[in-house]
């Protein structure tokens, strides 16, 4: 089966990408007090290099005193931060590449292994990152006020520096997850809510800012998951019409790609359809989608960071997916992390170079 329909260019607003690979969001904790330096502006310049159409930065934090648990994870705020990511994104498109941040704030975390904690406790929609699970403070509305604020200021500084396009972070039980869901999110006021609309409303309130601060022509992803860190097999949305009431709010919004978080992008997401999240996505809003999970990879990435290996395995699916017109961009975590010419690499057919992937290459920035 032919990769060519993967290398066809895609464009839409700012973003304009010469293939549909996407490389994934992904930690890697290698910033000393938040600050990206020259070793991460190389990092992401491979990529670029390595003919990766669109490069989604690791996720990194907004301006709130609590947004992080970790002093290595870099932060999109302040001036030493941001000189540093105007070296990634320079460097990036001298290499020809495209790129945009994940903005993220971490919500309620547990704490980081080093005992470094932030200046405030971790805040959230209740104080809670799993059931039964306190640790940190259920955010006031001025709280929220000012986190959808800064989600603004991110998204409008990655316009200044010359970002593609900026990804909100909506995934894997971080802050905007946790106002999602029923678990984590227990508020009675207008945050909370017994449907998934209802809890909704955080994030189409960040999503309505960094379109106000962005402009219209400015490209806006939001990445989510089904699925928690703490509950592989649980469900945002149960049904298609509940699917629909979580992701067209956000939609209308200001949305205009869904990056649809799974750990195999083959799994079907509700009966009676072989539809993954991006094609159900894509099918119920019309928007653009990007799906992610396991491509090209043998096993999935939960069990990596465990230290389980994996192979490389075939595109087929994939390919048979996409030209069926399920989703638009397909993104690809570890195969990128570990080798930088893995697009190349299946562009030019070079099978038999592609490496798999092992915890190791977790250890450095290759
Ligand atoms: C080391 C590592 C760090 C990750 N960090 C993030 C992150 O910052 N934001 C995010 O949305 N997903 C993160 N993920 C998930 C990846 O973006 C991706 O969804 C996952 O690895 C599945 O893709 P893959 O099977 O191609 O690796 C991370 C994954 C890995 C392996």
Redesign the pocket.
Same mark, same amino acid.
């Given at each position: 089966m032919s990769n060519l329909s993967l290398f066809k260019p895609f464009s839409l607003k700012s973003l304009n990408i010469k293939n549909r690979i996407v490389m #994934? =969001?992904?930690?890697?904790s290698f910033s000393p007090n938040g600050v990206p330096g020259d070793n991460v502006a190389a990092y992401y310049r491979r990529r670029a290099e390595g003919e990766v159409g669109l490069i989604l930065s690791? %996720?990194t934090v907004i301006n709130r005193p609590a947004s992080s648990a970790d002093p290595n994870i870099p932060r999109f705020h302040g001036e030493s931060a941001l000189q540093g990511w105007q070296q990634v994104i320079n460097g990036v498109h001298a290499a020809g590449g495209s790129m945009g941040p994940?903005i993220?704030h971490q919500g309620v975390m547990d704490n980081h292994h080093s005992g470094w904690l932030p200046l405030t406790p971790f805040e959230g929609p209740s104080g809670i990152n799993r059931p039964d699970n306190t640790n940190g403070i259920a955010m006031s509305e001025k709280s929220i006020a000012d986190t959808i604020k800064a989600f603004g200021d991110a998204a409008a500084d990655a316009k200044s520096l010359g970002f593609d396009c900026v990804e909100i972070?909506g #995934?894997?039980n971080y802050l905007i997850d946790q106002f999602f869901s029923e678990n984590t999110n227990l508020r009675t006021d207008a945050y909370g809510g017994k449907t998934l609309a209802a809890r909704t409303r955080f994030a189409v309130e960040v999503i309505k800012e960094v379109r106000r601060r962005v402009g219209d022509d400015f490209a806006i992803i939001i990445?989510l998951s089904q699925w928690k860190p703490y509950a592989y097999d649980s469900k945002m949305a149960a049904t298609p019409a509940e699917m629909e009431s979580w992701l067209q709010p956000m939609a209308d919004a200001g949305v205009d790609i869904f990056h649809c978080?799974q750990?195999r992008f083959w799994e079907p997401e509700f009966e009676g359809s072989d539809l993954n999240f991006a094609g159900w996505a894509k099918k119920l809003t019309g928007k653009a989608t990007i799906t992610? %999970?396991?491509?090209g !990879?043998s096993g999935?990435?939960l069990a #990596?960071f465990k230290g389980e290996s994996s192979e490389p395995s075939s595109l087929e699916e994939l390919i048979r997916r996409f030209d069926r017109g399920d989703f638009d961009l397909v993104?690809? %975590?570890? =195969?990128i992390?570990a080798d930088p010419n893995w697009v190349k690499k299946i562009k030019e057919g070079r099978t038999e170079e592609l490496k798999g992937f092992s915890k190791e290459a !977790?250890m450095e920035l290759l």
């Open positions: #994934a =969001p992904m930690t890697r690791e %996720g994940q993220w972070h #995934a894997h990445r978080s750990r992610v %999970g396991s491509v !990879l999935e990435f #990596a993104a690809v %975590g570890r =195969p992390l !977790l």
